[in-house]
């Protein structure tokens, strides 16, 4: 019997079986819960279906969190089928192209509150509808951050902003919700190769730099992430809330 028998978890954002959030839902799998995932299209959404890993899942939702009602319609379903539920993975980000290729100091209004409502004012708005579903027996909340919100990272641009204000967040949200025993981490995962960091330059040096400059001198995976989440998804976790967790072969503790 796994950590997670009897659970179940919403995982949000899944972008294709090389996402994070794909090895954080064939680990909670492995480990017994009931998951359900939500990603934004609807081709996506038929193309997992069709694939043989997509038979983890229970069922796959749609959801845009840039649009409050498709939020609110995405737990309307889970109270309906659910009632109750004791898992939720944010693993949702983005950036407008142009915001990541031009200099820092050029990135438009615009952009910036978009990146930012997105990538983290999200996490509010879906723990605020997963609150009163989770209160019965507590919870388990978590999102995906990056090095890249503590430190300057070239080629990460305004999505550092927007993780550093995700990571403050967390610390908020677990203590406003620490109270129904609701916790609330993140994992600061290195740097992988998925479909979002195709779009960040010096992804590959990053790569490298791992491989030669950490303690553990090897880059990480999707399961290892998974692995973790399902720690901080599990009662052995029972007391841990409010921080960031690497796992990123050490890299977070590493000088220039």
């Known amino acids: 019997m796994g950590i997670l028998a009897g659970k179940k978890a919403l995982i949000l954002g899944v972008a294709n079986q090389r996402s994070i959030a794909w090895g954080i839902a064939r680990s909670f799998h492995a480990e017994g819960a009931l998951v359900r995932i939500s990603c934004q299209e ?4 038929q193309k997992i279906e069709r694939t043989e890993e997509g038979r983890i899942v229970e069922k796959i939702h749609l959801c845009d969190v840039s649009d409050e009602n498709s939020v ?14 004791d898992i939720l993975v944010h693993s ?10 031009n200099r820092f100091h050029l990135a438009s209004k615009a952009d910036f509150l978009s990146t930012m409502g997105i990538s983290a004012y999200s996490l509010i708005e879906v723990s605020r509808h997963a609150r009163p ?32 204000a995700l990571e403050s967040c967390v610390r908020y949200l677990s203590h406003d919700l620490g109270p129904e025993k609701i916790r ?41 992430v998974g692995g973790l989440a399902a720690f ?24 220039a």
């Open 133 to 164: 579903l989770m209160q019965a027996n507590g919870g388990s909340i978590m999102t995906l951050s990056y090095l890249g919100g503590d430190r300057v990272l070239p080629g990460y641009g305004i999505m550092g902003p927007a993780k550093a």
């Open 232 to 255: 901080l998804a599990s009662d052995l976790s029972k007391r841990v809330t409010g921080s960031i967790h690497f796992v990123d072969s050490g890299a977070h503790i590493m000088g």
């Open 184 to 224: 609330v981490n993140a994992i600061s995962a290195g740097p992988l190769k998925t479909l979002a960091s195709s779009a960040f330059g010096n992804f590959n040096e990053a790569l490298k730099m791992i491989e030669e400059k950490t303690p553990l001198r090897q880059n990480i995976t999707i399961d290892d």
């Open 72 to 85: 609110k319609g995405l737990f309307g379903h889970i109270a309906q089928d659910w009632s109750t539920f």
């Open 92 to 101: 949702i980000a983005f950036a407008p192209m142009q915001a990541l290729e």
């Open 42 to 45: 609807e081709r996506l959404k």
